[in-house]
Structure formats: structure tokens, C-alpha cells
């Protein structure tokens, strides 16, 4: 735990911006969000497959009229007084929930999107911040602590599905060869055509590289855990990056939300912003 939250190092400038990056990040992307899905919510007809607290309550009055929109106007009114610093303690649980049946509502026909559950996350781990930690430095190591925790334990997990659900065989570049092509489908469904790129064609054309970019995928999520460690969590952070491109590149899956989280969370700024504020004749 002391390698992930340091909470018994002294605070600098750097950890106080560090903090307010990831708070910002967190905050514009859940309230983006809201937005898209409110317009989305408008939408649809009923509810169909409740998830989450749609599972106790019923949501359909959120699907009818003005209401999703003004969940989001509600959010966005919540973010603006969090990220000045205002009612936090009181805005951040009701932002929590209010975020919540905001997503449920949008994926309440079926599947939901794993796209936003770090952001979702993030969120939760700053109203947990804020109601359990004595100062606002604990506060703000917890918020930050609190992401990679998560993250690398997401990583891993996934990669552990995997080998759970298929065992070793996942990195069968066959498999490879069945997604590309299923994607392909896909944009034929929407585009009417489709094209593929050179990493593709080579993944197509040759088994082995196939296997050894799943293989190299697989690898790297297993090493998630190593975002808990400083010493680590750079080199592992631009790994899990590369690998989030490669999905793009050979699928056309793009994980922006998690390629723009791990920057935030797994890169040094701390150490970038007290270089940029160092003062001369500070030690």
C-alpha cells in the first residue's frame, strides 16, 4: 500500500497538481458522457434489460421526456462546484448515483459498455476520498492511489478471464483471424466496404504473428499490477497504451477513455510540474 498511495511522503506542488489533473480528467469525462447518454436515453422506448439499481427501481420515467437531460444539467452543475473546490463532501455521493442512472438508463437494452468503468471508478473513489480521508493530502494520495489500484486489477483480471475462459489456447492466432474477420463484417454492415490495413493483411497472412501479438497482449494485461509500483508503473503504462493502439490497429477497437486515463494516472507529472515550478535555490 505504501508504494501505491504514499501517504507518508511529503506533499509537493507536482502531487497537488498531479491530483487536480486526474480530478479534472474524471470530472469532464463523466459529465461528456452524461450528455451523450442523455441524448441516447431519450431515444428508447423502455427499459428492457435493467441493470445496476434500474433492477430495483423502475427508470422508465427517466426515458420520457426532459428528464435524462436534466440529470446531465444536474451533473454538469455538480462537476463545476466539485472542481472549484465547493460542496464536496455533500455533491460527490449524489454525483455517484445520479452518474450511475444515468449509465443504466443508457444500457438498459442489453449489453452494457465497459468504455467508461475506470472513468465510473475514478468517480467513486473521489467520493470515497472525500467522506473517509482526515486531509485534503491523504484525500488527494487516495484519489490517485485509489485509479491505479483499480486499473491494474482490471488489467490483470481480464487477462485472467481469458486464460479462465479459453486457458492457454487464447493466444491461438486463429482466434486473431476469426475477430478480424468478424469486425470486417461489421464495417461492410455500416460502411458497405471494407479494407484491410497492412498489420492486418500480415496477421492474416502469417499464424505466428498472429499468436505472438495475442500472446504479447495477454502479457501485458497480466502485468497490469505493476501500475502499483513506481519503478514499474512507466514502463507499464506505455505498454498497456501500445497495446490499447494494437487493438485499434488490428480490430478498429478504440479505447480512448483508458489510453487518456492510464497518461494521466501511470505518467510522472508530479515530477513534470514541480521541474516546471522549481524556484532557484529550492532544495
Known amino acids: 500500500m505504501r508504494q ?22 474524471l470530472l469532464l469525462y463523466a459529465v461528456g458522457w452524461a450528455w451523450q447518454w442523455a441524448f441516447f436515453i431519450r ?29 446531465a444539467a444536474c451533473l454538469t452543475m455538480g462537476a463545476l462546484c466539485v472542481a472549484v473546490g465547493q460542496f464536496r463532501r455533500a455533491l460527490l ?15 438498459c437494452l442489453g449489453k452494457a459498455s465497459h468504455g467508461s468503468q475506470y472513468v465510473g471508478m475514478g468517480v467513486l473513489i473521489l467520493a470515497v476520498a472525500a467522506w473517509c480521508m482526515p ?44 475477430w ?10 455500416n460502411s458497405g466496404h471494407w479494407q484491410q490495413n497492412a498489420l492486418q493483411r500480415l496477421c492474416l497472412e502469417h499464424w505466428w504473428l498472429a499468436t505472438a501479438i495475442l ?4 502479457l ?38 483508458f489510453m487518456y486515463q492510464l497518461m494521466v494516472v501511470g505518467l510522472p507529472w508530479s515530477r513534470v510540474f514541480d521541474h516546471v515550478l522549481h524556484r532557484p535555490g529550492e532544495s
Open 220 to 257: 501485458t494485461e497480466l502485468l497490469g499490477v505493476l501500475l502499483w509500483f513506481p519503478r514499474t508503473r512507466v514502463a507499464i503504462t506505455l505498454a498497456l497504451i501500445a497495446l490499447h493502439l494494437g487493438i485499434f490497429c488490428v480490430l478498429g477497437i478504440l479505447f480512448d477513455a
Open 180 to 189: 478480424i474477420t468478424e469486425k470486417s463484417i461489421d464495417q461492410l454492415a
Open 93 to 107: 455521493p449524489g454525483f455517484v448515483l445520479l452518474l450511475h442512472l444515468q449509465y443504466v438508463a443508457r444500457h
Open 4 to 25: 501505491i498511495f504514499g501517504f507518508e511522503r511529503a506533499e509537493t506542488r507536482g502531487d497537488k497538481l498531479h491530483a487536480k489533473l486526474l480530478e479534472l480528467f
Open 135 to 178: 486531509t485534503a493530502a491523504a484525500r488527494r494520495r487516495f484519489e490517485l492511489g485509489g485509479s491505479l489500484f483499480c486499473m491494474g486489477v482490471g488489467y490483470s483480471l481480464a487477462a485472467l478471464s481469458k486464460l479462465a475462459a479459453s486457458g492457454p489456447s487464447w493466444v491461438n492466432g486463429r482466434h486473431l483471424w476469426l
Open 215 to 218: 500472446s504479447l497482449g495477454l
Open 43 to 71: 431515444r428508447l422506448p423502455a427499459v428492457v434489460v435493467p441493470q445496476g439499481l434500474a433492477s430495483y427501481f423502475d427508470l422508465s420515467p427517466l426515458l420520457a421526456g426532459p428528464w435524462a437531460l436534466v440529470n
